[in-house]
């Protein structure tokens, strides 16, 4: 494949839930997933309430129309959602290269480790932000 290459086809993506997760309210947080996609689209679950190991269960689909070098892993952040400003609690990227070429076949199954930002990790020095599985 060179980079001009033209990939199209649709990625679906399961998020399953998020375990062990930072509480970024002293006990508990209201988490959901926002995902970017390499064109900057973003898609997002919904909140769950004070559940720092949610279950979002959630299929999000994005199509793709790229060449092979647009290429970028998925950015999945996870936030704590707020009435005025929803606080970033950690992030991971994943790479789906393996999906292309596969099509129909789910190609990722697996448990991310989420890292905080130089912020999130100020306030939560350990730095476990806990896990991602999708
Ligand atoms: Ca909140
Ligand atoms: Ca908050």
């Not at 689209?41 to 129309?65: A, G, S």
Request: one cysteine or more; aromatic letters at 10%; glycine letters at 6%.
């Amino acid at each position: 494949m060179d980079a001009g290459e033209l990939i199209s086809g649709t990625l679906k993506i399961r998020a399953i839930h998020g375990k062990n997760l930072w509480p970024d309210e002293g006990t508990t947080s209201d988490p959901y997933l926002k995902i970017v996609f390499w064109n900057k689209k973003t898609q997002r679950t919904k909140t769950k309430k004070k559940d720092l190991n949610p279950v979002w269960l959630k299929d999000i689909t994005m199509p793709v129309e790229m060449k092979k070098g647009q290429y970028k892993p998925l950015r999945c952040e996870i936030y704590d959602d707020d009435l005025i400003r929803d606080d970033f609690i950690a992030y991971c990227d994943v790479p789906w290269i393996s999906c292309i070429g596969n099509p129909n076949k789910w190609m990722i199954d697996e448990i991310f480790k989420l890292r905080g930002s130089a912020n999130t990790e100020k306030k939560n020095p350990d730095k476990s932000f806990g896990e991602l599985y999708l």
